[in-house]
């Protein structure tokens, strides 16, 4: 990825392309956030940092496939879901 704003570029073209092609295509490019356990550092960077829904979306929904898939450490599996738990707190309805 080059960078934050080419990886929310492409979560919104991920959520609103028209043409499944397209969206098949960038899914592929993506799915290394969720399938790669490297790729959690990165994930948290982005919720930190990122100013769309779209690519909040993908790191939160990457991160939860991560802790549910994958053998973590506790700590780290506590770290993520303790920051997912605040995402959502953030984003709920009040």
Do not use: W
């Not at 080419?6 to 295509?25: F, V």
């Not at 790191?59 to 995402?87: G, M, P, W, Y």
């Amino acid at each position: 990825m080059e960078g934050l704003a080419q990886l929310e570029a492409l979560c919104e073209r991920l959520y609103n392309s028209q043409d499944s092609a397209e969206r098949a295509h960038v899914e592929n490019t993506l799915k290394c956030f969720s399938a790669n356990t490297e790729y959690i550092s990165q994930c948290q960077y982005i919720l930190d940092n990122a100013l769309t829904p779209y690519a909040l979306m993908l790191a939160s929904s990457s991160l939860l496939k991560q802790v549910t898939e994958h053998t973590l450490a506790l700590q780290l599996r506590l770290d993520i879901s303790n920051r997912l738990l605040l995402l959502a707190h953030l984003f709920s309805p009040a």
